[in-house]
């Protein structure tokens, strides 16, 4: 059951703290700092025979930061995604996005985008007033940087290795 709240989620934890002063009792904020979901660590995580599609999990040590954003989310009755406003940004909230959608069913909780450029009270209320969607573009294109990293480190790596130097 969704409280009288609503739900702010940002990357930095300082910057929750002045985001939660700014807004007051009726907003929580909650921080990710930083990414939460990423490529598997042991393996190449990205499945060549189906479009390069990127087998994204929880990093380690995140399990407990998306347990709580899920939480407080569905005990929200709206959540403004708040991370910062480049491609990196655009893909958290996308991640956090996709983590605190319900397995089954439909939520009627709103998850809406915000875009902060500055940290200043009159700037914050206006950008959660202005609230938007998540430019899919973004991330899609934070996705194929992050999948061409991984395949081109992933196979260049044990040649550097061999022929460079151990670890570079």
Known sequence: MASGRKLVIVESPAKAKTIGKYLGRAYRVKATVGH??????????????????PELVPIPGKEKTIADIKLAAKNSKEVFIATDPDREGEAIAWHVAEQIKPKRGVSNIPVRRVLFHEITKDAVQLAIRQAGDIDDKKVEAQQARRVLDR?????????LWKTVKKGI
């Open 151 to 159: 395949l081109v480190g992933y196979k260049s790596s044990p040649v």
């Open 36 to 53: 939460i979901m990423d490529l598997p660590e042991k393996k190449l995580g990205i499945d060549l025979d189906k479009g390069f599609e």
